[in-house]
């Protein structure tokens, strides 16, 4: 431990009297006869205790303390006093002096004064090292935390694209296995069957391949001032003919108000074309003999650009189930579904800086709401998207 010490008085005397004394309780001592070759002493060795007049002429032992504690607020600064300097050593105090001690100086007393500041250093020391240890630890725990849960996320992805793809390459095998069934019975409806089963499942991997490659580059929307009820027209135009095909009354509740909102037009498009489809699904999946029914709603709700509601009466979710639909891959679809859908409308909302949230109950429907934020605009730095990166999936 550093046991240097700078003494400051303007008494010659004093100054060799307490050298002695204090070289003798084992410091290591520097002496300066005025404040201003105080600090420059300081300045120069930094010793970690000061022991000061308070009382000397230009600059007092009081203005060097302030000095000294806006250098270096850690060191320790003992006050020397007389007797009748009772104001100025409360002052002292204030300006966080350590301690002070009265002249004529009393060894012992000096030693205690000087012993509680070396113990007041150690101790700031031990808690330097202790806040340094825990923000370590905390940095390295937080570090392995982060790590395990990218590790997980990507074992869950490949988890669920292996799985999408090993759907699809079932698909194609058995597209080719009847196929090969009406090549070698001459049957052509084998060979028509073989080959739609082919062809599906081609199409499937297309689209599989360009959700990802979408879902690996930047969506960078490219917001326009828009009709908010214009992309939920159009998807509800797509949809109507598979919706009546399997007698489930689609409808549509549009925004009266229809001043513009900013979006991207072709991904709000996108989003609400995967949910609708969804929802489409649900009723198809739903064995009660109710009322199939999807409605899809925009709607100007307060502190938003606008809402879009898609309203299904189908088979919903468990818990369990709805926990895992945003997280990509997942799907209960068999292989009717990759699971990317709803992985890449968060996505998109997420680029919107808006939110997507999710109702459900089994057996009676789900309810996915989007609310996208008012005022969005394009940044200069972002380079419009590539419009032909996002396909239709019904086209
Ligand atoms: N409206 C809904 N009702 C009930 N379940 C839903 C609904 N929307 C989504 N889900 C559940 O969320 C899962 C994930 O949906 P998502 O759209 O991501 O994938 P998918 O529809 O299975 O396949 P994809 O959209 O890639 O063709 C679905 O498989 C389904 O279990
Ligand atoms: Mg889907």
């Not at 001592?29 to 022991?51: D, K, M, Q």
């Not at 159009?234 to 509740?253: C, F, W, Y």
């Not at 409605?295 to 818990?319: F, H, L, N, P, S």
Request: aromatic share 4%.
């Amino acid at each position: 431990m550093d046991k240097s010490i700078l003494l400051v008085d303007d008494e010659e005397g004093i100054r060799k009297v307490l050298s002695i004394l204090l070289a003798d309780m084992g410091y290591q001592v520097h002496t300066a006869a005025t404040g201003v070759e105080a600090l420059r002493t300081f300045e120069a060795l930094r010793p970690p205790i000061v022991l000061t007049d308070i009382k000397m002429p230009e600059m007092d032992g009081i203005e060097l303390l302030r000095k000294l504690k806006q250098i270096s607020p850690d060191t320790e600064v003992i006050m020397i006093t007389g007797h009748g300097d009772m104001d100025l050593a409360i002052k002292s105090v204030k300006y966080e002096a350590t301690d002070f001690v009265t002249k004529p100086i009393n060894d012992e007393v000096l030693e205690i004064a000087l012993n509680r500041a070396l113990e007041r250093i150690t101790m700031r020391q031990k808690l330097n090292e202790y806040t340094h240890n825990l923000e370590q630890l905390v940095r390295d725990k937080t570090r392995k935390l982060v790590e395990a849960e990218r590790l997980a996320a990507i074992g869950q992805t490949v988890a669920g694209l292996s799985h999408a793809i090993k759907n699809i390459t079932g698909g194609l095998k058995g597209g080719a296995f009847v196929l090969e069934k009406g090549i070698e019975l001459s049957e052509q409806k084998y060979l028509l069957q073989g080959w739609e089963m082919i062809k599906g499942n081609v199409d499937k991997i297309t689209n599989l391949s360009m959700d990802l490659l979408n879902y690996a580059k930047d969506i960078r929307p490219d917001f326009q001032a828009c009709d908010p009820n214009q992309p939920l027209r159009e998807v509800v135009d797509l949809m109507r003919p598979r919706a009546k095909e399997h007698g489930i009354n689609l409808s549509t509740q549009f925004e009266k108000d229809a001043s513009p909102c900013h979006f991207d037009p072709d991904l709000i498009h996108h989003s609400l074309l995967n949910l609708v489809t969804n929802a489409l699904d649900a009723c198809i999946d739903n064995p009660a003999k109710k009322e199939k029914k999807v409605t899809v709603r925009a709607i100007k709700r307060r502190g938003w650009g606008v809402e879009y509601q898609v309203e299904d009466t189908g088979c919903g979710m468990t818990a369990e189930v709805k926990k895992k639909i945003f997280q990509g891959f997942f799907s209960t679809k068999g292989t009717d579904g990759t699971g990317i859908g709803l992985m890449i409308t968060k996505k998109i909302i997420n680029e919107h800086k808006g939110e997507i949230t999710a109702e459900s109950k089994v057996g009676v429907g789900s309810t996915f709401v989007i609310r996208i934020p008012k005022g969005l605009k394009n940044n200069d730095a972002k380079i419009p998207k590539n419009k032909s990166q996002i396909p239709n999936k019904s086209q």
